[in-house]
Every structure is written in structure tokens, then in C-alpha cells.
């Protein structure tokens, strides 16, 4: 149970964004499934829709950034070339999520602000060199090709991730390793499939 004003409203935010996505859910319903007696307590603990978003993210973040960093740790030690076990430190932090407290409606919030066609989070945060998904781009840059690169098949893999993370989220399933290890697999051959001639052309131009 919840402890706090804060943590009820991000619980009810959670859960509320696992069942419809975060922007078909309004303040005034986070509010009241929090059981909130003051209309604007989302603006009082957190300055508004955003602070809340911020609130959300930051709960979670913090396990798959520990995950992601211990995993691309190991691969580093082994000292071994093997994009796949690169491609699954992209996929099995995130992945972990799927059956953590609250863990479906963050899913569900990543994807949505991944999926924005003007994204309301700053993109030049993924170029922060502490972040675990900066350090993830940098180690998969030499597999890749220089097309690859341009097409921006990094975030386009980050951004497929979470959308099929979240989808299985709304399953209820609860056994995800087959899901994982497949999802594991399209992110592999995402990031290394042909760049044909017709493609190419168009990038030259």
C-alpha cells in the first residue's frame, strides 16, 4: 500500500497508464483513483502533469539502469564480440519490469513518449555518459554499419523494445522467456539487417 500522498498518486498513475496509456489518462482521474481529497494534489507534490511523468520514470529507472550497467559490466569482462548478448542487455532490464510493481504502466509510459511524433522528454538526454543506454550505443556502434548509423537503428531498436514490451504487458501472461528471448532476437536482426540499394540511393540524396 502506498504511504504517502506521492506514492498513492504515482501507484494510481501506474496503474491507470498500464490500462489505457498515459495519454488517454487525465489528471483528474489520477487524482481521484489515488483518493486524493485535494484537486490539485498532483500539482502540489509534483508542479504538474510533467513532474509526475518525471516521478514515474525516475521510480523505475533506477533498477534498469543497475540492471543494464551489471550486464554490460559482464560483457565487457568476458571480453567478447557477440551483439546478441549486446542486444539483451538493451531488452532483459526492461524486460524485468514486465512483472515489477507498477512495472506495466512505466512500460506503457515509455512507449507512449518513444511513439510521440514531437516527444516531450529531451532527446539529447540519451547522449548522457553515464546513462547505461549511452554506454549500450557505444559499445554496439562497431557492429554496425555506417547506414545503420544514419538510420538511427539504435533508438529505433530502444523504441521497438518498449512498444512490444508494453503490448505484452496487456497480455497478463505471466511466463515472458520465450516473448524476451524472441524480442532478444528481432532487436539483434533490427540492428544488422541488409540496408538495401533502393535505401542508399535515398540516404545519398
Not at 500500500?1 to 482521474?29: C, K, N, Q, Y
Not at 555518459?129 to 545503420?148: C, G, I, K, M, Q
Not at 508494453?166 to 497478463?172: D, F, H, L, S
Request: glycine share 4%; net charge neutral.
Amino acid at each position: 500500500m502506498p504511504s504517502t500522498v506521492p506514492d498513492a498518486l504515482i501507484s494510481a498513475a501506474e496503474r491507470l497508464f498500464a490500462e489505457r496509456g498515459s495519454d488517454a489518462v487525465s489528471l483528474r482521474e489520477i487524482n481521484a483513483a489515488a483518493g486524493a481529497t485535494n484537486a490539485s494534489a498532483i500539482q502540489y507534490h509534483f508542479g504538474g502533469r510533467r513532474g509526475l511523468l518525471t516521478a514515474v520514470l525516475a521510480k523505475h529507472e533506477v533498477d534498469v539502469e543497475r540492471r543494464r550497467h551489471e550486464m554490460l559490466d559482464a560483457y565487457e569482462h568476458r571480453g567478447e564480440t557477440d551483439l546478441r548478448a549486446l542486444c539483451a542487455a538493451l531488452v532483459e532490464p526492461l524486460a524485468a519490469e514486465l512483472a515489477a510493481d507498477g512495472g506495466p504502466g512505466y512500460l506503457q509510459l515509455v512507449s507512449d513518449l518513444y511513439n510521440q511524433p514531437n516527444p516531450t522528454f529531451d532527446l539529447s538526454a540519451l547522449d548522457d555518459r553515464v546513462a547505461s543506454y549511452a554506454r549500450w550505443r557505444a559499445l554496439v556502434l562497431p557492429a554496425l554499419s555506417p547506414e545503420a548509423v544514419r538510420l538511427h537503428r539504435r533508438f529505433d531498436s530502444l523504441r521497438f523494445t518498449v512498444s512490444e514490451l508494453a503490448r505484452r504487458a496487456r497480455t497478463g501472461r505471466e511466463d515472458h522467456r520465450l516473448f524476451i528471448s524472441q524480442l532478444t532476437d528481432l532487436v539483434t536482426a533490427l540492428l544488422t539487417a541488409p540496408v538495401s540499394d533502393a535505401t542508399r540511393r535515398l540516404l545519398r540524396r
